[in-house]
């Protein structure tokens, strides 16, 4: 308890007995505290990171499977194509040979005699005198 003494009348002094107000209780955070609080909130941050990761990591090895099941089903279905021309094309090929025929490739456009059919390619003799060679995987239509 403190005492104070009233001075504003001279003749009289008299003792004024008060108290104190209580000082609210604060929370002392020091630094080390705050720190250590944040390197709580860190280390789940990074916890809740590395999971995302790992769900992204299924996630893309989901998908890769995916990917190569396909990859498979499409190279499956060129093998069975086959590497050549068909044999029907060969065959119409050959009952034109020494006609004239005109052939669309991805080139453009070809008009000419049939000179000689290969494995892979045909050779046809323009009208000017000029021989072009086509592989047979450029043809596109034979007219």
């Known amino acids: 308890m403190r005492r104070y003494w009233n001075l504003g009348h001279d003749s009289e002094c008299k003792e004024i007995t008060g108290r104190r107000k209580k000082k609210i209780a604060k929370p002392s955070h020091s630094v080390w505290r705050k720190i250590l609080i944040l390197r709580r909130k860190l280390i789940r941050s990074i916890e809740q990171i590395r999971l995302q990761v790992a769900q992204l990591n299924a996630r893309i090895i989901a998908l890769q499977e995916q990917v190569n099941a396909r990859i498979n089903t499409l190279q499956e279905q060129?093998?069975?194509?086959?590497?050549?021309?068909?044999?029907?094309?060969?065959?119409?090929?050959?009952?034109?040979?020494?006609?004239?025929?005109?052939?669309?490739?991805?080139?453009?456009?070809?008009?000419?005699?049939?000179?000689?059919?290969?494995?892979?390619?045909?050779?046809?003799?323009?009208?000017?005198?000029?021989?072009?060679?086509?592989?047979?995987r450029s043809i596109l239509s034979i007219a």
């Open 78 to 136: 060129v093998n069975g194509l086959g590497a050549g021309p068909s044999s029907s094309v060969l065959a119409f090929l050959r009952g034109r040979l020494n006609t004239r025929i005109t052939v669309v490739t991805t080139g453009g456009t070809v008009f000419g005699t049939l000179i000689a059919i290969g494995e892979d390619f045909i050779q046809i003799a323009e009208p000017n005198g000029s021989i072009v060679i086509i592989p047979l």
